[in-house]
């Protein structure tokens, strides 16, 4: 049989229809424990549950991986890569990665001998000189949060592999659809599932997918059932139902991005759009050349500084005031304020996740609240 298409994937992947009573879409299991030596062996629900199960395997075949592992939020699955790590390895993360991504390497685990640099990821003369003996995991998020810049996947991971180095790319503002991560030579992908796979902003999750079942795999998968943040079998239910129309929201996704990020290119008021899609965005070659289209996220510099930011975002009817992003609802976020103290995210700055709504009538909201 040819490999199916993505679309078939997203639909079919991790369904086991019931054959007792025939219900085509799956029974949420709450049980928190099973009969031993049960067909599935089930034990106890944080080692291991249906849904959790069929979860997984929709999300390893997404990505065509070979496993994946799903945590209880995009957070704990981060988590749970570096903390596979040991003490005395060296990591390398990019300079604008997740917040949440940079306080966790740098302020938790240093704590506990976990060695980082911090660099520029689209600058590969930097990342080379960083490359040290111990360096274990070369971290990548592209399209970065807020700013949006691409880095190159297939030139990180060739520098990083010459040196031994893992590669681990957070893959969640382009999602399994957008870009290939694994087949671009990463050997780890991460997902915050919490925004476009579960994509109604109403379930926190996460996800690792690894290229390969190795020794690096098993301390992952230890992590997840003795660590312990594993989600819910509703959670994980209703993230397998989010992913079935994953490949159609994310088209629609990105071509209202691309209308909004044309009208706000042209826009008296806005001094700087990143969108990768746009011919201007200094990633874009990149971009066409790994990612399939440019994905719903954007961000936007006003101009009138901090104030005028602030006033934007009063003033959007539709864009809803809010932090996240990936739910079928707009939203826009003054960014630096929601961000700790080491921000280096221009005050200037609004972040926007495009939604579903029709992009006429979102561009006109974004008309009247610039003024
Ligand atoms: C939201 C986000 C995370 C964190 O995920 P949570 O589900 O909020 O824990 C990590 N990386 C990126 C790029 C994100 O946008």
């Known amino acids: 049989m040819t490999k199916r298409k993505i679309e078939t994937i997203a639909i079919q992947a991790g369904r086991n229809y019931d054959t007792e009573i025939g219900a085509v879409m799956p029974p949420i299991h709450l049980s928190t424990t099973f009969i031993r030596g049960n067909a599935g062996d089930f034990v106890y629900s944080r080692t291991g549950n249906p849904n959790r199960q069929a979860l997984e395997e929709c999300l390893t075949d997404l990505e065509g991986g070979v496993g994946a592992i799903a945590f209880s939020s995009g957070m704990a699955?981060?988590?749970?890569?570096?903390?596979?790590?040991?003490?005395?390895?060296?990591?390398?993360?990019?300079d604008d990665t997740y917040f949440g991504v940079r306080?966790?390497?740098?302020?938790?685990?240093?704590?506990w001998g976990l060695e980082h640099t911090l660099v520029d990821m689209t600058?590969?003369?930097?990342?080379?000189?960083?490359?040290?003996?111990?360096?274990?995991?070369?971290w990548v998020e592209t399209p970065s949060n807020p700013m949006l810049k691409i880095t190159d996947i297939l030139a990180?991971?060739?520098?990083?592999?010459?040196?031994g180095a893992l590669v681990g790319v957070d893959g969640t503002w382009a999602t399994p659809m957008l870009q290939p991560a694994l087949e671009l030579g990463a050997d780890l992908v991460v997902h915050s599932t919490t925004k476009y796979l579960g994509g109604?902003?109403?379930?926190?999750?996460?996800?690792?997918?690894?290229?390969?079942?190795?020794?690096?795999?098993?301390?992952?998968?230890?992590?997840?059932?003795?660590?312990?943040?594993?989600?819910?079998?509703?959670?994980c239910w209703l993230l397998l139902r989010g992913i079935r129309t994953l490949p159609y929201r994310m088209r629609a996704h990105?071509?209202?991005?691309?209308?909004?990020?044309?009208?706000?290119?042209?826009?008296?008021?806005?001094?700087?759009?990143?969108?990768?899609?746009?011919?201007?965005?200094?990633?874009?070659?990149?971009?066409?050349?790994?990612?399939?289209?440019f994905g719903g996220m954007l961000s936007v510099q006003v101009r009138g500084g901090r104030e005028a930011a602030d006033r934007v975002v009063n003033r959007t009817k539709i864009f809803a005031k809010a932090t996240s992003l990936g739910g079928v609802e707009s939203l826009i976020e003054h960014r630096a304020p929601a961000e700790d103290e080491n921000t280096k995210t221009p005050m200037d700055l609004l972040r926007i996740s495009v939604g579903l709504e029709h992009p006429d009538d979102l561009i006109e909201d974004l008309a009247q609240a610039l003024g």
């Open 77 to 94: 699955a981060v988590a749970g890569v570096f903390q596979s790590l040991s003490q005395g390895d060296h990591v390398i993360l990019p």
């Open 103 to 111: 306080e966790l390497v740098t302020n938790l685990l240093s704590r």
């Open 123 to 138: 600058d590969l003369v930097a990342l080379k000189a960083a490359i040290r003996p111990n360096t274990r995991l070369v």
């Open 156 to 163: 990180v991971a060739s520098l990083a592999h010459e040196r």
């Open 200 to 235: 109604h902003s109403d379930l926190t999750g996460g996800v690792v997918v690894a290229k390969e079942e190795d020794a690096f795999f098993e301390k992952m998968r230890t992590m997840q059932g003795i660590g312990g943040a594993v989600p819910s079998g509703f959670d």
């Open 254 to 293: 990105c071509a209202n991005a691309m209308q909004v990020a044309r009208f706000l290119e042209a826009h008296p008021k806005v001094h700087t759009v990143y969108y990768p899609g746009l011919e201007s965005h200094p990633g874009h070659e990149i971009a066409k050349r790994q990612m399939k289209d």
